[in-house]
């Protein structure tokens, strides 16, 4: 319970980790998330090898957890050390991961293992179910409380002149770590040790590939299966489980599509979540992004618990029975989690502006605080001819060539002649088609005269992947945009802007939230909310001529929507529905269908898929779509053709069943005899 504690809250929070404090992008961030848990699935496989050829499971959870523990030691120190260049700090971070996933994946095939062999059978085959369902449920509480206190820690403690604090939340993952290991040890003289086999893993990968190697160079060969001819170097009983293997690998094939979906709610799901709202109103606490991850494991130990009871018999109702079918029901679900993923995607990011390729556009911002009136009538307005005070006013026009010069004409309220030099104001606009451009209505520092000045770049209303609005501050001609004008967040005051960064009046991408206008010691304006998925302009003028006074207005265009966190729930209940009836039939197909000699090989090609399917991701955030919708549409309709695979996979699969009798004697404990093979009717 405390390692899948600590494994657990690692997931949870390290996607967070990466972008906020270690500034990675969120592809980077996705992509080394997934490089992680690619390793961690990835060492399985030698874990297995050092357990069952040379160092025995007892040996190997030993070494190898203290590695995990160094790796947690590692990652902690990295998040305190703010000293450091961030290139240090993310250097140092991609060690501690590293031995933390060959701790963590080397251990995997031990555990469960090393806790099934203090049992004799069939003589304890109850006391072993028990055991087993013990384990799960040590896991899922593990994994539970940790999804749920870990984002806690991370988010409500300060330190290190942040307003979180990761190496709180770290810490205690390595302190559990090494309760683990030391609650592990006490124990060292109570456990069945067996000892190392015979290099079962090697035997059984040396067979395929010695058929491999002699199909080829023996092309003619009139066996009746092509590892019929690895007989020569090994034994009968070693290329019969073999060939028995290999027909439960392929439906393996349509595996790591699936544990590609699964593993992207502590990535791309997590970084979903920072886009929506986690505030309940009436009270002061608030989900955090990570922590909508605790549904996983509590929902998932109740399904567990009612699989014989409740689901199975529905699904059976439904003509799902056998295990494969079950499996392409679990793939099917899976697919319908990230479509529903997509869907809620597309409603945060709403709609974006589309201009005509034949038309063009160009909107006037009125920085003064009386109406201007619009004369011209060669142009299409969307409103009314008055633009009011520090308002705008947007117009359509379709040029006859690629770019076209028009004349606009604008009169500006009696109320601005106080302090202006105006007169009907008679100018042109250069229109392009397929564009908008923006234009200031301001007058000039030195003589008051009114004029309209252009924005020098086109406006963009390209929302950035990763959901962060767009700002662009268009102030005065008369205002220093120095450092005593500031945009500072009012939640998180560490975090602020400098208007002298928004001189060019670009678009440039900031972090959303409520934000204060500062001018030196005074306060402008206040409650400037920013919202994901949105693209805005900010209007700074001189108040009335006072040669103090500035007043803001705030343009929102292309909104997107501030949901409630909670509209994830119904892709975390059909991912863990999916999840739960997939791993629990994989697990069941695996061991019920493997030959009972080569059960460690079989749980190595197992984690194979789940690193695989992690790999998977690496590759497709390495392809960065330009939308993030369109990548989860992407991997709906991937699962969705894999469900497909599956079950042409499936469709000629013939169900196995063995028996086995231990003969205890054996100094090997591993000996089998009377192996048969039969048909299942169905069951």
């Not at 799960?136 to 994994?143: F, K, N, Q």
Request: glycine letters at 6%; one cysteine or more; proline letters at 3%.
């Amino acid at each position: 319970m405390c390692e899948r504690f600590n494994y657990a809250g690692l997931r949870t929070i390290l996607v967070l980790y990466l972008s906020t404090i270690l500034n990675y992008t969120d592809d980077e961030s996705t992509m080394i998330y997934h490089g992680f848990i690619f390793l961690s699935y990835f060492m399985p496989l030698f874990g297995a090898i050092l357990a069952d050829s040379y160092w025995g499971k007892f040996k190997t959870i030993i070494r190898l957890s203290i590695v995990y523990a160094i790796g947690n030691a590692i990652l902690t120190g990295a998040s305190m050390a703010n000293s450091f260049t961030l290139d240090s700090q993310r250097f140092i971070t991609i060690v501690g991961l590293i031995c933390i996933a060959l701790g963590t994946g080397g251990i995997k095939p031990c555990c469960y293992t090393f806790g099934g062999e203090q049992f004799q059978l069939p003589e304890q085959q109850d006391q072993l179910s028990q055991f087993f369902r013990r384990f799960l449920t040590g896991v899922y509480i593990g994994s539970l409380i940790s999804t749920f206190l870990t984002p806690e820690l991370r988010k409500n403690a300060q330190c290190f002149g942040r307003d979180t604090c990761f190496p709180l939340a770290f810490g205690l993952l390595s302190l559990l770590m090494t309760t683990a290991i030391v609650v592990f040890i006490l124990g060292r003289n109570l456990y069945v040790k067996k000892k190392p086999e015979n290099h079962v893993i090697f035997k059984t990968f040396g067979c395929i590939l010695y058929g491999v190697r002699e199909k080829i160079v023996s092309s003619s060969s009139s066996e009746a299966h092509w590892l019929d001819i690895a007989g020569n170097k090994y034994s009968k009983t070693e290329v019969s489980d073999t060939k028995t293997a290999l027909e439960v690998l392929y439906p393996y094939i349509a595996y790591p599509v699936f544990w590609a979906l699964y593993e992207q709610q502590g990535s791309r799901w997590t970084l979903q979540a920072t886009l929506m709202d986690g505030k309940f109103d009436g009270i002061s606490w608030d989900i955090k992004p990570d922590q909508m991850q605790t549904i996983h494991p509590l929902l998932a130990l109740l399904l567990i618990f009612s699989l014989d009871r409740v689901l199975y018999p529905i699904l059976a109702k439904f003509g799902i029975r056998q295990p494969l079918q079950k499996l392409m029901f679990g793939t099917s679900m899976a697919a319908l989690a990230f479509l529903l993923t997509a869907v809620l995607q597309y409603k945060i990011f709403g709609d974006s502006t589309v201009i005509p390729t034949t038309e063009g556009q160009f909107v006037v911002y009125n920085g003064f605080d009386c109406n201007a009136r619009v004369l011209s009538s060669s142009l299409q307005l969307v409103g009314n001819n008055d633009i009011d005070p520090l308002g705008s006013a947007k117009f359509k026009y379709t040029p006859n060539s690629d770019e076209g010069v028009i004349n606009i004409k604008l009169k500006l309220n009696e109320s601005c002649d106080a302090y202006v030099n105006y007169d009907t104001l008679d100018t042109n606009v250069t229109v392009s088609r397929g564009e908008s451009i923006s234009y200031f209505l301001t007058s000039s520092s030195i003589n008051k005269e009114v004029h309209l000045r252009r924005i020098d770049h086109y406006d963009d209303f390209t929302k950035s992947k990763n959901g962060h609005p767009s700002l662009r501050i268009i102030v005065d001609d008369d205002i220093e945009m120095d450092g005593s004008l500031m945009l500072v967040n009012a939640q998180k005051n560490q975090l602020s802007y400098n208007i002298s960064s928004f001189t060019n009046e670009n678009f440039i991408q900031v972090a959303f939230g409520n934000y204060n206008l500062v001018h030196g010691e005074g306060r402008i304006s206040s409650n400037i909310n920013l919202i994901p998925a949105t693209i805005y302009t900010l209007v700074i003028r001189r108040n009335d001529g006072d040669s103090q006074g500035l007043e803001s207005k705030l343009y929102a265009t292309d909104e997107g929507n501030y949901l409630h966190i909670l509209w994830q729930t119904p892709q975390y209940l059909c991912m863990i529905v999916a999840d739960v009836i997939f791993i629990a039939t994989s697990i069941e197909l695996t061991f019920t269908q493997a030959p009972p000699r080569i059960k460690s090989f079989m749980s190595a090609c197992y984690s194979m898929t789940h690193s695989v399917g992690n790999l998977v991701v690496v590759v497709i955030s390495a392809l960065s779509f330009r939308k993030q919708v369109h990548e989860y549409l992407f991997f709906s309709g991937l699962m969705l053709a894999d469900t497909f695979l599956l079950a042409y996979l499936s469709y000629n699969y013939k169900y196995k069943a063995f028996r086995q009798r231990l003969d205890d004697n054996n100094d090997d404990d591993n000996v089998v005899t009377n192996q048969s093979e039969v048909q299942l009717d169905g069951k």
